[in-house]
């Protein structure tokens, strides 16, 4: 079976096309085709709460691309949601309706709950020791997704308004900062130890940096020597000398921010990336619905 998602980001807007092969007892998710393209509509959205009819441009035709990529794909079923960015946009209604419009394609524009309940979904806590703590971190351009998963059981989910492109422009209110600290020691002081799941691109691109290899954890300190050793170079040199990408160079430097200071307040000393996200949590969410109307037929 195969199934698509759309993941209209604050940084860049994806298109994940996958297939689930129903081998055993549990399906096997195998990524065919993951297409990046980075609008950072954050930028308009955080800075001028409106999306700019440039970018508006660029999203509706880039719509229409992934529109005819699932079609020529031959899908059962495809999804797209909105994060942060449209969130915050106060033309969103208008964009949404002329991608459906133009492009076909529907668009939700999820709240972080939703968000952080997706990412959740992808249910790589089933691979993981069932008595023991875990954190759900997904960082994006206008907000940051927690989940603390105890016992196998989610005790808490919780978005923050605290995204890569927020802390670009100097837009992370003082307060929301504060509480995000004191919520992560409050729900974590109880739970020791944890260990974090990242996801995002930006923490993908941290583990490929540390060289750690397959399941291997990517330690707190090893995640403070990167931070160093990013921010030693100007953003051009990221680029030049690192091999970043253009876009990745400016925010890669926050969100490395953004996650030492989760780890600090959670106490927590390692990090598993197993490289899921939103797009992912969208295609076990397809394929759920899909298996349930399988069944009542």
């Given at each position: 079976m195969k199934f698509a998602s759309?993941?209209?980001?604050?940084?860049?807007?994806?298109?994940?096309?996958?297939n689930v092969i129903e081998d055993g007892?549990?399906?096997?998710?195998?990524?065919t085709e993951l297409i990046r393209i980075p609008l950072r509509l954050g930028e308009d959205a955080f800075l001028n709460r409106r999306i700019s009819k440039r970018k508006a441009d660029r999203l509706v035709t880039t719509m229409k691309a992934f529109r005819y990529l699932i079609s020529v794909y031959d899908v059962e079923d495809h999804r797209?949601?909105?994060?942060?960015?449209?969130?915050?946009?106060?033309?969103?209604?208008?964009i949404v309706k002329r991608i459906r419009r133009e492009a076909g394609i529907n668009i939700e524009v999820i709240d972080g709950r939703t968000e952080?309940?997706?990412?959740?979904?992808?249910?790589?806590?089933?691979?993981?020791?069932?008595?023991?703590?875990?954190?759900?971190?997904?960082?994006?351009?206008?907000?940051?997704?927690?989940?603390?998963?105890?016992?196998?059981?989610?005790?808490?989910?919780?978005?923050?308004?605290?995204?890569?492109?927020?802390?670009?422009?100097?837009?992370?209110?003082?307060?929301?900062?504060?509480?995000?600290?004191?919520?992560?020691?409050?729900?974590?002081e109880r739970i020791q130890p944890i260990t974090a799941i990242g996801s995002g691109g930006n923490i993908n691109k941290l583990y490929k940096m540390s060289e750690k290899k397959?399941?291997?954890?990517?330690p707190y300190k090893k995640i403070k020597m990167l931070a160093r050793l990013i921010e030693s170079y100007s953003t051009k040199d990221r680029v030049?000398?690192?091999?970043?990408?253009?876009?990745?160079?400016?925010?890669?430097?926050?969100?490395?921010?953004?996650?030492?200071?989760?780890?600090?307040?959670?106490?927590?000393?390692?990090?598993?990336?197993?490289?899921?996200?939103?797009?992912?949590?969208?295609?076990?969410?397809?394929?759920?619905?899909?298996?349930?109307?399988?069944?009542?037929?």
């Amino acid at each position: 079976m195969k199934f698509a998602s759309i993941d209209i980001g604050s940084n860049a807007v994806r298109l994940l096309l996958c297939n689930v092969i129903e081998d055993g007892s549990k399906p096997l998710f195998k990524k065919t085709e993951l297409i990046r393209i980075p609008l950072r509509l954050g930028e308009d959205a955080f800075l001028n709460r409106r999306i700019s009819k440039r970018k508006a441009d660029r999203l509706v035709t880039t719509m229409k691309a992934f529109r005819y990529l699932i079609s020529v794909y031959d899908v059962e079923d495809h999804r797209a949601c909105a994060t942060a960015a449209l969130r915050a946009a106060e033309n969103k209604n208008e964009i949404v309706k002329r991608i459906r419009r133009e492009a076909g394609i529907n668009i939700e524009v999820i709240d972080g709950r939703t968000e952080a309940s997706i990412i959740y979904g992808n249910h790589a806590e089933e691979y993981l020791d069932r008595n023991a703590s875990y954190m759900y971190i997904d960082i994006g351009g206008g907000s940051t997704e927690i989940t603390i998963i105890h016992k196998g059981r989610c005790i808490a989910s919780r978005s923050f308004n605290i995204g890569t492109i927020l802390f670009l422009y100097d837009k992370v209110d003082k307060e929301e900062w504060l509480r995000f600290k004191k919520w992560l020691r409050d729900k974590t002081e109880r739970i020791q130890p944890i260990t974090a799941i990242g996801s995002g691109g930006n923490i993908n691109k941290l583990y490929k940096m540390s060289e750690k290899k397959g399941k291997e954890p990517l330690p707190y300190k090893k995640i403070k020597m990167l931070a160093r050793l990013i921010e030693s170079y100007s953003t051009k040199d990221r680029v030049k000398i690192l091999g970043l990408n253009p876009d990745r160079a400016d925010v890669i430097m926050p969100a490395t921010k953004i996650l030492l200071s989760i780890m600090k307040n959670a106490g927590i000393v390692k990090l598993l990336v197993p490289e899921i996200g939103l797009s992912d949590g969208i295609v076990h969410e397809l394929y759920a619905k899909h298996k349930k109307r399988r069944k009542t037929q």
